[in-house]
């Protein structure tokens, strides 16, 4: 079974269209987070849940808005899309708790990634 | 804020040489490190960690790294190289509190030479 399933893997679609990428974990993790990897390979984080709960929000247009109805999912919905939004995007999911909690950070678990091409 | 500089941006090894993989880190507080493995096509896998403790960790598919505080380093290293290993290799940090979010650094594409 895949720990963190996204779909599609691959989404091409026009400028202006409006697009949704899925994420599913069956980890049982508390926390989950989109990645935006470019074409140079550089990774930058989007948005991350905690318990359906947004607790990071990175400078993103706010065209992009992430959707969580339950810890094991977390969608990322995307409007009016442009060129530049083409990227591969990745969920992942990691076991970390409340953000005010010291703890262990276990790493992440990552998806296999969806490549959006905007043309 | 933290940061990681990894330290070429590609290496070519060949196979049965040593893997050295270089990592630096910015942190105002000790960090958690990371390393990441991405095959093409594919999401990052976790290599291996260090949170606290140990300073030299051991991962998957013979990978260790060791944590200097006094050089603010976390480099990435194999005694022998195999074909398998050719991948894009990333470091990473996070700072133990804050939503755990992990900053990756632009990643090392690694070569294995037959």
């Known amino acids: 079974d895949t720990a963190v399933s996204q779909t599609p893997k691959y989404l091409v679609t026009q400028m202006g269209n409006d697009k949704s990428i899925k994420c599913e974990q069956n980890?049982?993790?508390?926390?989950m987070y989109w990645y935006k990897q470019d074409s140079k390979k550089f990774l930058k984080i989007m948005f991350s849940?905690?318990?359906?709960?947004?607790?990071i929000n990175e400078t993103v247009p706010n065209r992009f808005s992430p959707k969580s109805p339950d810890k094991a999912h977390l969608n990322l919905h995307i409007n009016s899309l442009e060129l530049g939004d083409s990227a591969v995007y990745f969920c992942?999911?990691?076991?970390?708790?409340?953000?005010?909690?010291?703890?262990?950070?276990?790493?992440?678990?990552f998806g296999s990634g969806t490549r959006l091409t905007v043309v | 804020a933290q940061s990681v500089t990894q330290l070429g941006s590609h290496v070519s090894v060949s196979e049965g040489a040593l893997v050295l993989l270089r990592c630096n880190y910015s942190?105002?507080?000790?960090?958690?490190l990371f390393w990441y493995v991405q095959y093409p096509n594919q999401g990052l896998q976790l290599l291996l960690k260090?949170?606290?403790?140990?300073?030299l960790v051991k991962g998957i598919n013979g990978f260790e790294a060791e944590f200097k505080k006094s050089e603010t380093s976390f480099h990435l290293t194999k005694p022998s190289a195999h074909m398998s290993d050719a991948a894009e290799y990333f470091c990473?940090?996070?700072?133990?509190?804050?939503?755990?979010?992990?900053?990756f650094g632009a990643g090392t594409r690694l070569f294995v030479k037959a």
């Open positions: 849940y905690n318990n359906k709960e947004l607790i």
């Open positions: 992942a999911s990691s076991p970390q708790g409340s953000t005010v909690k010291m703890g262990s950070n276990y790493g992440y678990t």
């Open positions: 942190s105002s507080v000790p960090p958690y």
């Open positions: 980890l049982g993790h508390d926390t």
């Open positions: 990473a940090v996070s700072l133990p509190f804050g939503g755990f979010k992990t900053i």
């Open positions: 260090y949170t606290t403790g140990a300073t």
